[in-house]
Structures are given as C-alpha cells and as structure tokens.
C-alpha cells in the first residue's frame, strides 16, 4: 500500500494542504513534495526507476523482451524475478 510513497521525484510538484491540517493564518500555504504520492500521475515511475536501479545494483539483468522481468545466473541456476503491481 506505502510502494508508491518511496519514489524520488525528479521535478518539484507542489499540492494544497490536506483538509484539516491547514494552520491557523496558514491556510493559503502550500506543501512541496519530497517524494513521490499515491494519486500522482508521476508516482509509478518514480517508484518503478528506483525499484530497478535498486535490483539492478544487486547483479540482477533485465530481459530484454520484457522489462518487468529479471534474471540473476549462478553456476548452473538461476533466479527469474517477476514483477506485478496492480492498481485494483
């Protein structure tokens, strides 16, 4: 539920404060978003290009076919990792 919350964002997106978190004097302020949030059209992305560099960093490859799929060889085996989000 929280993937979407880990994304580094790469440009500065700001949003209006959330209802009932408005300070007193403070209500026309409004929030910059230091990482990613679920709801932002940016969000998977985000959360996709850290998800990869993070697996990548590992020893793992992408299949070229696919880029949801990885692959990670040993002597004689290997790991396949799939990757399925879905928004449902």
């Known amino acids: 539920k929280t993937a979407f919350l880990h994304g580094d964002l790469e440009e500065e997106i700001y949003m209006l404060q959330p209802e009932g978190f408005a300070e007193e004097g403070k209500e026309n302020l409004v929030c910059r978003l230091n990482k990613s949030l679920y709801g932002l ?12 560099s993070y ?27 799939l990757l399925y989000v879905d928004d449902m």
Request: charge should be positive; glycine fraction near 2%; aromatic fraction near 24%.
């Open 55 to 81: 697996i990548m960093s590992l020893g793992y490859n992408r299949l070229n076919a696919d880029p949801y799929t990885y692959f990670k060889r040993f002597d004689e085996d290997f790991i396949i990792l």
């Open 41 to 52: 059209k940016q969000a998977p992305r985000c959360w996709y290009k850290r998800f990869d």
